[in-house]
């Protein structure tokens, strides 16, 4: 968990990055952001602002899709790591929980929980021990251990897709959408477990959400995306009781939804465009 008073640690920096897909589509437009051990760190926008896309670059997940980061670059505790393989980021300690609560369908929870530890050269005796620190925290998975991922709930799959990143033994869990397609009350747990894998186990998040209100209740700190760019950033409680955040972001205003580029102030933001 992040400590008032301390010097904040950097693990994770993005400079500056451009993501082109096809060789034509410019996706990403110069997005820097910085994400401090112990934190969690919300990367905010709408559809289609850039989310998932900042987190696939970080991830090393583009070249499936034919996308590339054409400019900037992106370290990890201080080392250029795009150019590695997926899976030797994870075995660096950063892994990435996809969007649509990918699960191995035809397998049991359990067994997809197992397969967070492949990359792993522990004993099955520390396996053993992380799969109950898992069930721990998701005692649900527990009691549908042997149950085939494919018919269990959304929210079950959710935490399935956590549970299995968690088995990686990682330093930094990137999240993509957590809460789409969930009801609200499911919504809350799953950030309530969030909240307390960072505080009591020390697990640096870098999540990407559509649901402002929630994600900046438990974030520290937020960036907000719009067209592959950062239109602002700032620690969560500012973004919160921001006017136009408020009115942009978090449905306080009867005027409907705008792009935050619509509004006045935006101009005294451009520096950020620049």
Known sequence: MLDAGKTEETLLEVNNIEVIYNHVILVLKGVSLNVPKGGITALLGGNGAGKTTTLKAISNLLKSERGEVTKGNIRYRGE??????????????????????????????????????????????????????????????????????GYTSGGEQQMCAIG????????????????????????????????????????????????????????????????GRVV????????????????FYLGMSDEGRKSFRDVRSYRRRKRWLS
């Open 80 to 149: 250029r790591v795009q150019d590695l393989l997926p899976s030797d980021l994870v075995k660096k300690g950063v892994i990435q929980v996809m969007e649509g609560r990918h699960c191995f369908e035809h397998l049991t929870v359990e067994e997809n929980l197992l397969t967070g530890a492949y990359t792993r050269g522990s004993s099955r005796a520390e396996i053993e021990a992380d799969l109950e620190l898992v069930y721990s925290y998701f005692p649900r998975l527990k009691e549908r251990r042997k149950s085939q991922a």
């Open 164 to 227: 299995r990143a968690l088995m990686s033994r990682p330093e930094t869990i990137l999240l993509d959408e957590p809460s789409m397609g969930l009801a609200p009350q499911l919504v809350e747990q799953i950030f309530d477990i969030v909240k307390t894998l960072n505080e009591e186990e020390g697990y640096t998040f870098l999540l990407a959400e559509q649901n402002t209100n929630v994600a900046l209740r438990f974030a520290h700190y937020g960036y907000i995306l719009e067209n």
């Open 232 to 247: 602002m950033d700032g620690p969560a409680k500012e973004l919160r009781e921001n006017p136009d955040v408020k009115e």
